[in-house]
């Protein structure tokens, strides 16, 4: 199979100029360059994750995929009207690759980048009221360096964790479908494959998460429960280990390590305005977290 590779000003059409950020043009902490190779469909999706032997070579893929029409369109679309709050920011518009720890102890998983917050900084959970909540939360309990994530480059760091979106772009009113859904798993399964040997525990942000999880857990070669156990705050779910053979993404002869599974709220405005989620209630899950990995 033959794969293009990144190049700038490409648009999936044209009726709003492409203003996200090329590849390799200096955005900070920018994975990719102009010959990294572009997934356009999902089949070529499957391949390039799973060709992947590293993170830096996965996220620079991930970063520059434009598999789904009406994803890639949304956010371009986003990038060149901007908020109005952000008129003078130039936007990443791009998907949002796996960011933090390279060995990470804790993988945080998310539903899918904010149209004025991932999709404009280039990290995940950076720039909007979600992400301050939850980085908030992990410096409190040690796992984020500073309180705040404002931009790609301000040198905010994960420590021992990693994040991660099950969708990696932007998606109108932050509802993928389930086919954008699934076209963006393979991603998210070659990431757990190369984690996986030091991972210890996998917290899932709302519910559209903790489903999304499954297939690409599968995929990476752990056992996965069935029935598959519900969504729940402060949910846990032991996942046991199989060899690494045995999966459909093999990196190595060796097994995958059990990890264990936690559900948590969504620190979505809606659910901390409301109260559904409080800063302690989040604060317990990642104290939770940290315990599990003594």
Request: with cysteine; aromatic share 8%; hydrophobic share 40%.
């Amino acid at each position: 199979m033959t794969f293009s590779t990144a190049s700038p000003g490409h648009s999936v059409t044209d009726s709003v100029a492409d203003e996200s950020a090329p590849p390799g043009t200096g955005w900070p902490d920018d994975p990719a360059g102009p010959d990294t190779p572009v997934a356009r469909a999902g089949g070529e999706v499957v391949s390039l994750a799973a060709s992947a032997g590293t993170l830096a070579e996965l996220t620079a893929r991930q970063s520059v995929c434009q598999a789904c029409p009406r994803l890639v369109q949304w956010r371009q679309d986003v990038a060149a009207t901007r908020r109005k709050s952000f008129r003078d920011e130039r936007y990443w518009g791009r998907p949002i690759p796996g960011w933090g720890d390279l060995a990470p102890q804790i993988l945080i998983v998310g539903l899918a980048p904010a149209a004025h917050g991932g999709n404009r900084t280039g990290r995940i959970f950076t720039g909007d009221r979600s992400g301050d909540f939850l980085f908030a939360a992990l410096h409190r309990c040690g796992l984020a360096a500073l309180p705040v994530s404002v931009a790609a480059g301000d040198g905010q760091r994960l420590l021992g964790t990693r994040m991660v979106a099950a969708v990696r772009c932007a998606p109108p009113d932050n509802k993928p479908t389930p086919q954008e859904r699934d076209d963006c798993a393979p991603w998210l399964a070659a990431e757990l494959a190369l984690v996986a040997p030091t991972l210890r525990v996998v917290v899932c942000l709302g519910g559209f998460a903790w489903q999304a999880l499954w297939s690409p857990l599968a995929d990476a070669g752990w056992k996965v429960p069935r029935p598959r156990p519900a969504f729940a705050h402060g949910a846990a779910v032991e996942i046991g280990a199989v060899e690494i053979g045995a999966a459909q993404i093999s990196r190595a002869a060796q097994e995958i390590p059990p990890f264990t599974l936690l559900g948590c709220y969504h620190p979505s405005q809606q659910n901390t305005f409301t109260g559904r989620v409080t800063p302690e209630m989040l604060d317990a899950v990642f104290v939770r977290a940290r315990e599990y990995l003594r």
